[in-house]
Structures are given as C-alpha cells and as structure tokens.
C-alpha cells in the first residue's frame, strides 16, 4: 500500500515536471517571434485552448467582430496547446494527463504574469522616423509635380 502510493506521488512529479517543461517550450517558442504582443498572443491561446480541453474555459465578451479564421499567432499557440495534448494523451491514466496540463497552465499563467513577456509601447522618436517619412514623400511628389 505504501509503495503504491509512492509510486502515484512519483507518476504525479514527473507528469507535473513535463508540464513544466512544455510551458517552457511554448514560452521559447512565444519569444521566437521577437514580438511581445504576438507572443502573448501565443501563450493566451495556447492556455485557452489547455483550459478547453480540462473544462475549464470561459470565453471573454467580445465587443468587436469576430474574425473569420484567427490569427496565425493564435493558430500557432493552439498547435502547440494540441502537442502538449497529444503528449500528455500518451500516458496511460486521465489523472496522469490532467496533471500535465494542469502544469503546464499553471506555469505559462505565472509566467505572463511575472511579465516574462511585456508589449512596451513604441518610442515617441521611432513614431516620429517611421510616419514622418510617409508625410515627407507625399509632400516632395506634389512639390515636384508643380515645377
């Protein structure tokens, strides 16, 4: 009775560690991008999708209209949450694959909120050097269309 119950505490460390692991994979996967709101956009999605597959989902009221077909950013965090799924659908017991994705969640939700990954707003001077320069070039065609 003892050495089962070890064995259990044991199958349920090493389910929670790879949990831990595949969220530090969606998370190196998310900074790939070099784009920190794309990247959050891939973790959100891919805890959401995580959540749907436990049952614990709840959608958010949109006030805008809905896309037609998402984004690739969230396509790609769903892609990851379904290798994290089939992964963690390989063990032989539903506790065992609940624990995985419990993880997994868990890990990603307390990393997006430590601001692991932080959409910092552009810079006035890079504003400035980036639409500045659409203005300029509409106003030397004009000059040089009335010469």
């Known amino acids: 009775m003892e050495k089962e119950k070890t064995d259990i ?4 460390s090493r389910a929670e560690a790879f949990g831990i692991e595949s969220a530090d994979a969606i998370m190196e996967a998310a900074h790939m991008t070099y784009n920190a709101p794309r990247g959050i956009n891939i973790v959100n999605a891919c805890i959401a999708k995580l959540q749907e ?3 614990e989902f709840q959608p958010k009221e949109v006030s805008r209209k809905r896309r037609k077909e998402p984004a690739r950013a969230v396509l790609f965090g769903i892609k990851l949450a379904n290798v994290t799924i089939g992964a963690a659908y390989l063990t032989d ?3 065992m694959e609940m624990a995985i994705i419990r993880a997994c969640i868990a890990s ?3 990393r997006i909120g430590s601001g692991e990954i932080k959409a910092v707003p552009a810079k006035p001077a890079y504003k400035k050097a980036r639409y500045d320069k659409k203005d300029q070039l509409q106003e030397d065609t004009t000059a040089k269309e009335a010469v």
Do not use: P, T
């Open 9 to 12: 505490d044991k199958k349920l």
């Open 53 to 55: 597959k436990i049952g």
């Open 93 to 95: 017991d539903v506790s």
């Open 108 to 110: 990603l939700q307390q």
